[in-house]
């Protein structure tokens, strides 16, 4: 059974420093992995979506990386703003074919102090 | 304007009720799903459904019921048999449930038992 964790748990930085969240998933046989971005009480929006076979995604300020042998990814966030603030997840989509089923992390909360 | 809708954002009921999310989306995607939210966890899957008048149970379903009568609606009712309903649920879709093809979150509602 796929699962997937996120190092820290929660994370506080100043505003204008560069940053990395962690996730690590024990099933390497993923199909792709998707970063999402979760405000207080609201839906996820997703931020970035690395297919199996690619080893990095960028998008503005962000940059997610994907080693799949080794079942981790980073996402990389440069000069962090306090609008940056949210909890981050990541989630694996497996390799079958029937059912689109996420597996998620659960979560880092960032904290950008202005 | 296309999405995901769902109402209330916000529930509350006393425990022994029953009670029903909605989710509505415009999107024309055959592929809706629920998601079971807790503080401080990823992302839980409850049930999903892959086109009208068919829906599977996904890794939580105990205690939840579903229907898809119709493409843009699938309700999730928490039944009195859910021993932990207190929960933040949201709903999502897809085009199909092939890996292929990217999930879109709704708003959430959450929901409080007393």
């Known amino acids: 059974k796929q699962e997937v964790t996120q190092i820290p748990a929660a994370l506080s930085v100043p505003e204008g420093e560069n940053l990395v969240l962690n996730c690590s998933f024990t099933d390497s046989a993923i199909y792709n992995l998707q970063w999402f971005r979760q405000d207080p009480g609201k839906g996820l929006t997703s931020l970035l979506l690395i297919q199996s076979s690619q080893r990095e995604q960028t998008s503005g300020r962000l940059n997610a990386s994907l080693d799949k042998s080794s079942g981790r990814s980073t996402l990389y966030i440069a000069a962090s703003q306090p609008g940056d603030s949210a909890t981050y997840l990541c989630?694996?989509?497996?390799?079958?074919?029937?059912?689109?089923?996420?597996?998620f992390g659960e979560g880092t909360q960032l904290t950008v102090n202005p | 304007d296309g999405g995901i809708t769902q109402s209330p954002k916000y529930l509350f009921r006393k425990e022994g009720q029953n009670v029903t999310l909605s989710c509505e989306q415009n999107?024309?995607?055959?592929?809706m799903y629920w998601y079971r939210q807790d503080p401080g966890q990823g992302l839980r899957l409850i049930y999903y459904s892959q086109i009208v008048n068919d829906f599977q149970k996904g890794d939580i379903a105990e205690g939840y019921s579903v229907s898809r009568e119709k493409k843009e609606s699938f309700p999730l009712t928490v039944t009195s048999a859910q021993k932990n309903p207190t929960a933040f649920y949201l709903c999502?879709?897809?085009?199909?449930?092939?890996?292929?093809?990217?999930?879109?979150f709704g708003p959430g509602t959450r929901l409080t038992v007393t």
């Open positions: 999502a879709s897809s085009r199909t449930v092939a890996v292929s093809y990217e999930q879109y």
């Open positions: 999107l024309n995607h055959d592929a």
């Open positions: 989630a694996v989509r497996p390799q079958e074919t029937s059912g689109s089923r996420l597996t």
